[in-house]
């Protein structure tokens, strides 16, 4: 088994065997393959005699995305492991146990989830996870924190960012976030009931501009070890628990679009609320809740990250008066800047997001969007002069108000 | 010769000899050591018959400054074989020629510029070089131009930044710009007389600011491949000739530290003529050929730099209306920010420059000092307002009017 070969069930279960005290020698083994299969398999592999389980994960060498087939490096599997592992140093609650690493097959064994729900689904469901903003804060604040300049000695940063140079996986965000849905781009997948709203973003040249901050911000930007897609669907949730997974985009980049990420995708539920709830009082309700969520990511992020700065910040220049607060400015105007990019993306370009998709309703899905690249196009818009988190707040909720006429 | 040590002048020899298509075989070969001794070993290979010369200059395992010596990576020597050679493929008229690179010497074999001077040294002696603004100029665009994210494949530039890691020699620049010359630290190298001035610098919080958002670019900018040590001693001059030497402390950061050292140690030259100047009218002849060298490196650098992204861009995105102008405009206010810490150091520092320091006149050197001082400073607090170069001109200009009381 030591070069590259996709496992089947069989020769998944052989490799969970032989991995040490995980499971009782000879017991018995089941093997399912659970993935999607677009860019990797997914083994669940579970001993009968207790039900312990476990996962494996191993990295396909092509994407299947909508059909297409592009080749796809191996080395990501390991980008993720060793992510994964690093995320875990910081907070170990927040992120699945890793096992083992096999860099020849490309493929992570680790703590299975499957108790867990993935949070899309469950904001889909219309659940409510009082604990979650606690727990992304976090987890954002940790993990941004002690990877960067401020938290890591600056010379081991240095290396640390060498082994996470990714260009193939940056690649697919240049050209889904940050090109394609800014241009007619055959990639994109627009429906024809918001064809009018995307020809307004490729004229928009206020717009435009703006965009290309941001990603010249994301190509250069080497603040910190980034997840690097962070959304709903990276996240395993429960009520008492949170767990992120899949940072095989992870590279050194702008902290904000991590933290931009989250609220995008609790942004786009907004939206998607157009069709799910059953009445103008529950919808109000849960975007009320969705927006508090908001707030409380962000200033549990902020209080965490700020406080971590002041115990165990390693540079001394950055003790400077005022300087915390400027990076904390800046870091929330990145922030909003790169949750509108990606709210945008998920609605005029390649990949969607179930929340507004997954709407049968065609009018109520057309609002959706239309909301959804109302509240993204203002986010980019405002990203530069932003100061409190409310008003990336106000921007939803008068989008929600007003209509969504784009 | 397969491992590493010190050579001696025969060893250099007969290195020199085995290099194809260099030398006669067997003639009469001289050589003299000609370096400083702090950092590197500097062979001069001279062939008798011919008058051929050529450089062997072989990074030592340690650096000495001012009597101190710390242990410094050969791998030094790599960074800067593979830079000039870069350069050379970009503007090989602005550079020495690399004949050969030995990574278990660490030594590079290169071409002998002897027939040039060091620029420092001819800027001391009060000669102008009317070519210089326009060889630099295209030298800093087409180097940080097509090494950028603007102007290089962006994938291959992510892969070229990881072979240009470099810590420890962006530790010493983070270390000695952008910490010590701003606290009372025992690395500086700070005259009793302008002790007073030093003292205000550690007090001055605007400036303390400037100075950590200064040090966070440095840190995290990863926008093109600096040589990043881009002094005058740093170039090799004669009336029809600029050669860019010595980069070892290449690494990708901010553009404008680049652009920033040429036109710092312009200034510190301008300040030094307290020093060197006859008379008032010669100062004044000579500080308007510096100012007016200073306006042309930056026009000249960024009329090549806007030209080579209007027929090379390689970004899409990037042509959003309004993006160039924008970029072009940071890309001053880091020029002049980073120019203003370059001279900062250059005085209360440890290293300072012979512009400065070789005027014997205790008065004069003091008064030097102080300028230099003002200059530094007002630029670091100008940094994030400035809109032309000629605002770095008139703050330059105004010191040596109205005096430099700090």
Excluded at 55 to 63: D, E, N, S
Excluded at 255 to 267: E, K, R, S, T, Y
Excluded at 345 to 370: F, Y
Aim: some cysteine; aromatic content about 10%.
């Amino acid at each position: 088994m030591s070069t590259y070969h996709p496992l089947s069930e069989a020769q998944a279960i052989e490799y969970a065997r032989r991995i040490p005290q995980l499971f009782q020698p000879g017991s018995d083994l089941a093997s399912q393959e659970i993935g999607d299969g677009n860019l990797n398999l997914v083994f669940r592999i579970t001993e009968a005699a207790t039900g312990k389980s476990i996962i494996l994960k191993q990295a396909l060498p092509y994407a299947k995305v909508v059909g297409e087939s592009w080749p796809l490096t191996l080395d990501r599997a390991r980008i993720e492991s060793e992510a994964l592992i690093i995320e875990e140093g910081l907070v170990p609650e927040l992120v699945p146990h890793v096992y083992a690493y096999d860099a020849d097959l490309a493929l992570t064994v680790m703590e299975d989830l499957s108790d867990h729900v993935i949070m899309r689904r469950g904001l889909i469901e219309g659940n409510q996870y009082p604990l979650f903003a606690e727990h992304i804060g976090r987890f954002l604040a940790h993990t941004l924190f002690f990877t960067s300049d401020l938290g890591k000695n600056q010379q081991e940063k240095k290396i640390q960012l060498g082994r996470f140079i990714n260009p193939e996986l940056c690649k697919i965000t240049e050209d889904l976030i940050f090109d394609d849905p800014y241009r007619d781009a055959e990639t994109n997948n627009i429906e024809a009931t918001i064809r009018d709203a995307a020809e307004q973003l490729w004229a928009d040249k206020e717009l435009l501009l703006e965009v290309a901050i941001l990603r010249n911000k994301f190509l250069t930007q080497a603040q910190a070890l980034l997840h690097g897609d962070l959304h709903t669907g990276s996240i395993f949730i429960k009520p008492d628990s949170t767990k992120v997974i899949d940072p095989e985009f992870a590279y050194y980049g702008p902290m904000g679009f991590d933290i931009g990420a989250v609220l995008a995708n609790l942004l786009l539920n907004f939206a998607a609320q157009e069709g799910w709830s059953k009445d103008e009082e529950s919808r109000s309700a849960y975007r009320a809740y969705l927006t508090q969520t908001i707030k409380d990511v962000w200033t549990n992020f902020e209080e965490n990250f700020r406080a971590l700065w002041n115990e165990n910040g390693v540079d001394r220049v950055f003790t400077a008066p005022g300087f915390q607060d400027y990076y904390m400015t800046n870091l929330l105007r990145d922030t909003v800047g790169f949750a509108g990019a990606k709210m945008v993306r998920r609605v005029v370009g390649l990949a969607h997001v179930a929340d507004i998709d997954k709407i049968e309703d065609v009018a109520a899905r057309e609002r959706a969007q239309r909301m959804a690249l109302t509240i993204g196009t203002a986010s980019i818009r405002a990203n530069r002069q932003v100061t409190t988190i409310d008003e990336l707040i106000a921007i939803a909720t008068r989008a929600a108000e007003r209509g969504f006429v784009l």
